[in-house]
């Protein structure tokens, strides 16, 4: 067996999408020769808790939880929060900042660089030093963000001349948002300096969309980025039911819900439909499932369409899982912000998986507009088209009220290409050649 050392700040019970691309790696890497073994935090600070999640760790399997200092402790007290809440990804990017938190949001930007993990770095190159000699390791496999967990790779496979992939969940400096935040230039240069450091130094990095591949590639001058989309779990599926809700036009989102996710154009074609339609007034029923921005609801509200909003706190992904399936179209939606074309979020291939009809919202020419094109689950729809929203959704309640929905789902044998067993043989093949390489 070759022998792995996973470094990874998100592992359960974190819960989320971040959590489940390496734990699904570790689920099957033993299939194909290889044996992970994991370095992550102690009491991590997770925005999301899903305890289920740990029933999926294998047996046996060697887990190092490294305690450290982080700033949101400090955040929590100087904001008035509870010790135990829950800080939502992002909250220090968005728009409507308190004074106070404008100011945290300065001092995080421009002196914890990359991001407020910084302060593991070091017990983390001592603990991974350590599981390399102790595990006889062959290879090591950085996944950010937090970006600063590339960082113990960077200086370990340096100084123990190891092999090193590095994970990109998201991009680094060219995420969508970094430039609208208020860092200093010499902080950006520092920024970006790490990133290409990281970059040139890894043997092989890989990535979750073409989009994001081609863009590191320009970073590094490099060519070896590698896409593995997050893809989804066979098995996650077959243990599940998939009774769909028959008194409901359900039109189901599930995961976190952005401001930058929430299309005006969308609830005010619902709105309209709605209000002309009586059969679909009579069936509608718009359930946002996870974490979501009040903003959301405030539009939902505002366009008249309160009454058929249903919401529901974060679910385990099992249970998530029975949501989809049980609901007569899943809503898809891409955030709609500046250079969007490269966002492929692990929720479109469990969506696939569900075996529903989707109504996607997004660019027509991007990386997911692509995939639903291969495995036919329908159009990519710009955000601003109206008319086309208007058809899509008359075109599912109409067969919904035929029970014809199934006629509208992706195609099963086409999407076998995205799941989990399939993607982490991908991975498999890339640690073998790095490793017989040198």
């Not at 997004?362 to 008319?387: F, N």
């Not at 086409?414 to 017989?436: A, D, G, W």
Request: proline share 6%; net charge positive; glycine share 6%.
């Amino acid at each position: 067996m070759i022998n792995i050392l996973i470094i990874t700040y998100y592992w359960p019970p974190a819960g989320g999408p971040g959590v489940q691309r390496m734990l699904k790696f570790v689920k099957y890497l033993p299939e194909f020769g290889i044996k992970p073994h994991i370095l992550t935090v102690k009491n991590g600070d997770f925005p999301a808790i899903d305890e289920s999640l740990a029933d999926e760790i294998p047996g046996g399997l060697i887990v190092k939880k490294i305690k450290g200092w982080e700033p949101y402790g400090l955040f929590r007290f100087l904001t008035g929060r509870k010790k135990d809440e829950k800080i939502p990804v992002g909250i220090l990017v968005q728009d409507n900042l308190s004074t106070f938190n404008k100011i945290f949001s300065w001092i995080r930007l421009n002196l914890f660089i990359p991001d407020g993990r910084l302060f593991l770095v070091i017990p983390f190159i001592r603990a991974a030093r350590k599981m390399i000699r102790d595990y006889n390791i062959d290879c090591i496999i950085t996944t950010g963000p937090p970006h600063s967990m590339h960082l113990p790779g960077f200086w370990v496979s340096k100084r123990n001349s190891i092999n090193w992939i590095a994970d990109f969940r998201d991009p680094w400096t060219q995420i969508y948002y970094y430039e609208s935040q208020p860092r200093s230039m010499l902080a950006k240069r520092i920024d970006k300096w790490l990133e290409k450091s990281v970059l040139c130094r890894a043997d092989d990095t890989i990535t979750v969309s073409p989009q994001i591949a081609r863009q590191l590639s320009s970073i590094s001058g490099k060519p070896n980025v590698d896409t593995i989309f997050n893809g989804y779990d066979h098995a996650d599926f077959s243990s599940s039911s998939s009774r769909v809700e028959k008194d409901k036009f359900r039109i189901a989102y599930i995961g976190n819900f952005k401001a930058n996710q929430n299309i005006d154009e969308l609830w005010s074609v619902l709105s309209d439909l709605s209000s002309r339609n009586n059969e679909l007034a009579n069936a509608l029923e718009i359930m946002i499932v996870g974490n979501f921005h009040a903003e959301v609801v405030d539009t939902v509200n505002e366009k008249g369409l309160s009454k058929f909003l249903k919401l529901v706190k974060y679910v385990p992904h099992l249970q998530a899982i029975e949501i989809m399936r049980s609901s007569s179209v899943l809503l898809f939606i891409i955030p709609n912000v500046t250079g969007n074309a490269g966002i492929v979020t692990g929720k479109l291939f469990d969506y696939l998986a569900a075996s529903r009809p989707l109504l996607s919202i997004g660019p027509p020419t991007g990386d997911a507009a692509e995939i639903l094109y291969q495995v036919k689950a329908g159009e990519m729809i710009d955000p601003s088209d109206t008319m086309g929203l208007g058809n899509r959704i008359n075109d599912l309640f109409r067969l919904w009220k035929i029970d014809k929905l199934n006629t509208a789902v992706p195609e099963k044998t086409l999407i076998k290409q995205y799941e989990r067993r399939q993607l982490t043989r991908t991975l498999s093949e890339i640690i073998m050649n790095r490793i017989n390489s040198k």
